[in-house]
């Protein structure tokens, strides 16, 4: 009873229950003729990314890792060591910004940028929750596969122009890599689309909802649905260079790929660029078939767990969650699997993922033509 | 239509129409890079330089360049007494310096013709098997390393930790023991050491099936490992392999049981061989299998050597130690099995000094590591990873 009294409470003090009011009411705050609003809207994806790859990503990852390996991960600074990742950052700024003598110094520098971009950018059309998206696309879904190709640019970018040799080979092997990923990936997406009807990713997450929780994400409507599921997990593990398809910066072959050269705040931006990819696909996983921010609760009779645990604010928790979820499993196998060699990345890839894509794809087809 | 090649700087597709020749399609041309890989590479174990020639990602050729942890082991040992060679041979192969000892011990004694008490020889034997597996956790740790699988090195660091406690406790240093003397131990043992052996043998009876089911079972560790720089027997043989690389190339030597030396001929022990059956014979994941067998028989060893060794009443570990160490003139060759392969000695002495004229040290890691010009040819450089990864060098010895 206090749960649903709390939550009908909330919707007035959150500005309404409507879709995007709160990113609508941003983008129409303007001072002093300035749309100091779109600024705002811009800015808080930009502080998430910072917040969970400072928090979560780093520190986490280290003390996951820490607890996989039976050890203690960074235990000095602070209690727990929780002010590790403060103190990196501090001495990652202090560093001396070294270009490299030999370096193509316009596209060394560019390149991190480029990088950046292109995992911030997808991060416009993510509804963090029912209320909040940044840019309400009706072709988000389309939006959100192509912008991230951008970060090839800034890869081969960040690898010519080092001007070494170990760098080359970490961006030549990164594009192919993403490149050839990128197709098994958006088959797979499109098999949701599909099942939504639409690529627009607050109706694809609306589509979701219902009082049963979890039965009507789209992991569970179709029988087929698991298939692209796990190839857009596989695909965008390769996308986002995590383990075992790190080849790109396989630290064991090619040193560190394609930011060999790279160090102080421009290393610290590739890194961040990499989180920010990470959450990226682990978001549009969840959207696309984890119903993004639908509780998965279902409600049990009097118990009404779905309603209770909807609204604006909930709505941001299960999706952050979820992504954080699927941020651990990348997690769990980088600390796990050894890595794939360069031709048996591109034989999984052209040989198993891109076929049983289009075989998942006829079958959602057929399913969402003949479903009962 | 037809091809022609134009010395290296791709084919080009031409047609003849009267006598003018008409290109059609030029194929890009490539180049083959030089790749110097190391001396700060973090997959060469320390100090080695491989200059390669590739072609896109494939090797061409792969030439080792060494010497860069050179420090004149040999000239030093003819500068130094007998015994002060000792501490000079656990920086061969610092990973194994009890077995490095071992045999420059039964090398010297060999010379002197002296006998040693029973319970030396099991405590060196003991000692150097636990020395043993500390190495081939090493050696199986890194190579996961090597090939992007980070948990089983920790995991095996955390393992050899606890050997290397044990070690110091016997001997007082962690890698540099100084503890195998010639003529007998600088200590005995600590009193409740046997039995901390003994717990640790049975802590890590278990753990080797763990290891195995992260690393050796995994799928794309086996995909990365199979069939990749394979080495027939024969060639092997030639090249003079030694230790597991030779008996991951099906040839059953080990000089435990093929020129046996202190108490091995009275313990129970397999030489593991690979069947054929898990791996192809010769290749990478042959290698790794034969380390992770060997721990599973040097456990063994320690565990019979616990259950035989006399007890310590009266026993004085120096008893049998020269007081001056002058051998009469003439040479011997001595030879141990360490972990690495087989670690010779050569020592000649003039009869009057108490330096030794010569000492040559016979490297295991170096001649192993002379096949990789062989095995690396026409491989993509992971695949290159990986083979050094088998070879399972330690430089301080390749260089000496």
């Known amino acids: 009873m206090s749960t649903m009294a709390l939550s009908q409470f909330s919707i007035p003090f959150l500005m309404g229950n409507s879709l995007n009011a709160w990113s609508d009411a941003l983008a129409g705050f303007y001072l002093f003729g300035l749309p100091l609003g779109l600024v705002i809207l811009a800015a808080i994806p930009l502080v998430f990314i910072a917040l969970y790859s400072l928090t979560y990503g780093v520190y986490g990852e280290r003390k996951i890792s820490a607890f996989m390996q039976d050890r203690l991960g960074p235990m000095e600074v602070g209690k727990w060591g929780i002010l590790q990742t403060i103190a990196d950052i501090l001495k990652l700024l202090q560093k001396e910004d070294i270009v490299p003598a030999s370096a193509d110094k316009f596209l060394f520098v560019v390149g991190p940028g480029i990088l950046f971009v292109g995992s911030f950018l997808a991060f416009a059309v993510l509804p963090f929750s029912s209320a909040f998206i940044g840019a309400n696309l009706n072709v988000g879904l389309f939006f959100a596969i192509g912008i991230v190709a951008i970060e090839v640019v800034g890869i081969l970018a960040a690898g010519w122009g080092s001007n070494n040799k170990w760098s080359l080979y970490g961006a030549v092997r990164s594009v192919a890599q993403i490149v050839s990923y990128e197709i098994p990936a958006a088959i797979a997406l499109l098999c949701g689309a599909m099942m939504a009807g639409t690529l627009d990713m607050q109706k694809i997450t609306m589509l979701q909802s219902g009082a049963y929780g979890f039965a009507h994400f789209f992991l569970f409507q179709s029988p087929i649905a698991w298939l692209p599921f796990l190839i857009y997990f596989i695909a965008s593990l390769a996308e986002v260079n995590r383990a075992p398809f790190d080849i790109p910066e396989a630290e064991s072959e090619l040193v560190a790929g394609y930011f060999t050269e790279y160090t102080g705040m421009k290393f610290a931006v590739i890194f961040l660029a990499e989180y920010g990819s990470m959450f990226m696909v682990s978001a549009i996983i969840s959207i696309v078939f984890l119903g993004g921010w639908n509780s998965p609760l279902p409600n049990l009779g009097g118990f009404a767990l779905n309603d209770w645990t909807n609204g604006p604010v909930w709505g941001a928790f299960w999706i952050i969650t979820k992504g954080f979820f699927f941020i651990f499993v990348q997690m769990w196998l980088r600390w796990t699997l050894p890595r794939l060699r360069v031709d048996q990345l591109m034989y999984l890839c052209w040989k198993v993922l891109t076929p049983f894509a289009f075989i998942s794809f006829v079958l959602t087809a057929i399913w969402e033509v003949y479903r009962p | ?400």
């Not at chain 2, 494939?58 to 040992?77: D, S």
């Not at chain 2, 009869?351 to 001649?367: D, H, I, L, N, Q």
């Open chain 2, 1 to 400: 239509m037809q091809e022609l090649d134009t010395a290296g700087l791709g084919s080009v597709r031409v047609t003849r129409q009267s006598d003018t020749v008409v290109i059609l399609e030029k194929d890009l041309a490539t180049e083959q890079m030089v790749l110097a890989m190391g001396p700060q590479h973090p997959s060469t174990h320390g100090v080695l330089k491989l200059e390669c020639l590739t072609d896109g990602e494939v090797i061409t050729q792969a030439e080792p360049y060494l010497g860069y942890l050179h420090r004149c082991f040999e000239k030093c040992c003819e500068n130094v007494d007998y015994p002060a060679v000792v501490p000079y041979t656990d920086r061969l192969d610092y990973l194994a310096g009890m077995n490095s000892e071992f045999a420059y011990a039964i090398t010297v004694e060999k010379l002197l013709d002296i006998e040693i008490p029973r319970r030396v020889e099991f405590i060196r034997v003991i000692v150097a098997e636990l020395n043993r597996i500390a190495s081939h956790l090493v050696a199986i740790g890194t190579y996961g390393i090597d090939l992007g699988a980070f948990t089983p090195f920790l995991f095996c660091f955390r393992d050899r930790e606890i050997i290397l406690g044990l070690l110091e406790w016997a001997s007082g240093a962690r890698m540099l023991y100084n503890y195998i003397w010639v003529g007998g131990l600088a200590y005995d043992v600590p009193a409740d050491f046997l039995k901390r052996v003994k717990e640790f043998v049975n802590y890590f009876r278990p753990k080797t099936v763990e290891l195995c089911e992260l690393l050796t079972k995994n799928e794309i560790f086996v995909k990365r490992t199979l069939g990749i720089g394979i080495m027939p027997a024969d060639v092997a043989i030639n090249y003079g392999w030694s230790g597991p690389m030779l008996r991951g190339s099906g040839v059953k030597w080990d000089l435990r049981r093929n020129d046996p030396y202190s108490i091995y001929p009275e313990l129970d022990f397999k030489v593991p061989v690979p069947d054929g059956k898990d791996s192809v014979i010769g290749d990478c994941l042959s290698r790794h299998l034969v380390r992770a067998w060997e721990m599973d028989e040097s456990l063994k060893i320690i565990e019979q050597c616990i259950d035989k060794i006399p007890s310590a009443e009266g026993f004085n570990p120096r008893s049998a130690i020269p007081k001056r160490i002058r051998p009469k003139a003439g040479e011997v060759y001595g030879r141990a099995e360490n972990p690495r392969g087989e670690l010779g000695f050569y020592i000649e002495s003039d009869g009057k000094s108490t330096k030794p004229v010569r000492c040559k040290a016979r490297s295991s890691c170096f001649v192993n590591l002379s096949a990789m010009k062989d095995l690396s040819k026409g491989q993509l450089i992971p695949d290159l990873v990986a083979i050094i990864g088998s070879i399972d060098i330690v430089l301080g010895e390749v260089d000496r």
